[in-house]
């Protein structure tokens, strides 16, 4: 082994710790700045807990993060599943028809432009008389998540020895019991992963939500958009910490959770 | 580690080129008697195909479907009614209607996106930044990236996860982080003033470069992972072929690391350039009002002027214009994905 070529250089060093800084810093001073006791965000004036009451009391802000929850739960549980089956028929399924156009289906959405697919799913539900709210977002977030659900999964399955589906079946287990036995307790850590990942996607999304949502149901980021495009608030500092930090307690389970289940040591990345 | 395979598996041009060169797996296991092998997975392949049913018909419905009616009411007119476009198509009023309809359809809302030079200097605008903060992505990421790439091993699935983490967390978040430090008495002029760099506060807020700043700090993440995996896969054994050979550090990184890391950088640039596109948030919140990128106007179109006739032209032509992109993109994920 090239030791001595694979030694960090001071610049490797430098550069890993700007990124990080510069990737970390803002989230820092956001939360830092939830606990201001003053009204004025930029003014320093001791720590409070005042803004976090104030969320608390806010009853607006608290049916829509309601709202943003049901949503996540539905869409993420739901994509999970729908992702799932994708994923194991695009890994394991050969060959079959219209397999182009089911990947091509799969992976477009991960980089289209949210407007586009807002839009033009608002265009099918109007033109299907759907009511407008909790189930339009829910749908579309589904069709979002599923495709990122997919691609995480489809990676720990292509990662897979699959000789462990061969033996089982060479042992007399026919393919679905091979594959209950044997593949799914593998993918479980990816699964869990993907629907983490569906979540937080679903409650971070502000562009297709506000196509498909309709008056009176918003969510968490249509809530937060319409504030801060009025100017900088500490309320919305506290609820921002918040769901950062559900999101930090909801990862670092999932860390531990993955490194517990895997056997071999390795380290399951969510993406 | 496998390094790299003789077939040009981490070379970009056979992304381009078409197929993806397919690693003979199951055959080349040697544990398995071959013709055994080959039949099990068949077998295993005919009931996981079923699973791709619910999956399919769900993109089909709510994936490609939709776009049909995206490019039906971008042939259509605003008018003052529920849903507000003209013509509508109903299907029980038999034929005639239908073609009476059909009849209506035009292309007058392309020939005013071509016309109005608001819609041309959008797309401009849009092309510009992405390239603009692609290239900016780049040239940060890459040493962010090749830093974690030798870092020791237990350190490198700590360094991931400290570059995931921000990605999990919300785009909006951290868009709104940037605007509490950008403010006029934000933390950032106040270090400044305090510094004695500048005399009074700058403006941040509005302009262009808190637009780059805020897309270039939220799509890192989308640029440095997919650097980060083709240059983790990297065999160390070549670069010390290289230095053996007489390479200095740095012709070995440009002759060797570099081009082998292509792919990685393909599938960055792609994964940020076609979302900056058309994005929204950023833009809205960070840049000033006097220049639009597309997806405000289509926004603005759709949600201000109710023009949703003219809001789907403005999606139908982004999405011509991101095709060819978002082709290649399709490619290089299926290669990472399937050609395993």
């Known amino acids: 082994m090239a030791h001595g070529l694979k030694k960090l250089s001071a610049f490797n060093i430098t550069a890993l710790a700007l990124g990080l800084a510069f990737l970390y810093l803002p989230i820092v001073i956001l939360v830092i700045y939830s606990f201001n006791a003053s009204r004025l965000v930029t003014v320093w004036a001791g720590w409070s807990t005042r803004w976090y009451r104030e969320f608390f009391n806010d009853r607006a802000m608290l049916d829509a993060a309601w709202m943003s929850f049901r949503v996540g739960v539905v869409s993420a549980t739901a994509a999970t599943l729908l992702g799932t089956l994708a994923a194991v028929a695009l890994s394991r399924g050969e060959r079959f028809k219209g397999r182009t156009l089911f990947s091509g289906m799969l992976y477009a959405p991960l980089v289209m432009p949210e407007v586009i697919t807002g839009l033009s799913l608002l265009l099918l539900f109007v033109a299907l008389n759907a009511e407008r709210g909790f189930w339009t977002v829910t749908v579309a977030h589904t069709t979002l998540t599923m495709c990122f659900v997919a691609t995480v999964v489809q990676a720990r399955l292509s990662a897979l020895d699959r000789s462990l589906e061969e033996a089982a079946m060479d042992l007399g287990c026919d393919p679905v019991r091979a594959f209950i036995a044997v593949t799914l307790p593998l993918m479980l850590p990816s699964i869990a992963a993907g629907w983490m990942l569906a979540f937080t996607l679903s409650l971070d999304d502000l562009v297709i939500a506000s196509f498909t949502t309709g008056p009176g149901s918003a969510t968490l980021p249509i809530r937060i958009y319409s504030e801060v495009r009025l100017g900088v608030k500490p309320e919305i500092n506290a609820i921002c910490t918040l769901i950062i930090g559900g999101i930090a307690v909801v990862i670092i389970t999932a860390s531990l959770a993955s490194r517990l289940s895997s056997a071999r040591g390795e380290t399951a990345a969510p993406l | ?340």
């Open chain 2, 1 to 340: 580690m496998r390094g790299v395979s003789k077939d040009g598996r981490w070379h970009l041009w056979p992304i381009l080129r078409g197929s993806p060169p397919r690693r003979r797996a199951p055959q080349d296991d040697v544990r398995c008697w071959k013709g055994k092998t080959v039949s099990a997975r068949r077998i295993f392949a005919r009931p996981a195909r079923f699973a791709a049913i619910a999956p399919y018909l769900w993109m089909l419905l709510f994936f490609l479907v939709p776009f049909g009616f995206v490019l039906k009411i971008s042939l259509s007119q605003t008018a003052i009614a529920q849903p507000p476009y003209v013509p509508q198509f109903d299907l029980t009023q038999g034929w005639a209607a239908i073609q009476a309809a059909l009849a209506e359809l035009s292309l007058d809302n392309f020939k005013l996106l071509i016309s109005d030079n608001l819609y041309v200097l959008s797309y401009l605008r849009s092309v510009v930044v992405a390239v603009i903060s692609t290239a900016i992505l780049l040239v940060i990421g890459y040493p962010i990236a090749y830093g974690m790439a030798r870092l020791p091993r237990r350190w490198q699935s700590v360094a991931m996860m400290l570059v995931i983490v921000p990605f999990w967390t919300s785009f909006l978040i951290r868009i709104y982080a940037w605007i509490n430090i950008l403010q006029h008495d934000g933390l950032l002029n106040k270090t400044l003033l305090a510094l004695h760099i500048v005399s009074a506060p700058v403006v941040w807020l509005s302009t262009d470069s808190a637009m780059y700043l805020g897309i270039v700090y939220s799509y890192l993440p989308f640029m440095i992972l997919p650097l980060y995996a083709t240059l983790a896969k990297m065999d160390p054994a070549l670069l010390e072929a290289a230095s053996d050979l007489g390479a200095s550090r740095s012709k070995a990184f440009w002759l060797v690391t570099f081009p082998l890391s292509l792919p990685g950088v393909g599938a960055g640039v792609l994964l940020c350039f076609i979302p900056i596109v058309g994005e929204f948030v950023i833009p809205d919140l960070l840049a000033g009002s006097d220049s639009m990128m597309i997806g405000q106007t289509l926004w603005l179109e759709f949600f201000t002027n109710k023009d949703w006739p003219v809001a789907s032209a403005t999606a139908v032509v982004l999405l011509v214009l991101l095709l060819a992109p978002m082709l290649i993109y399709d490619r290089l994920q299926r290669r990472q994905l399937e050609a395993r």
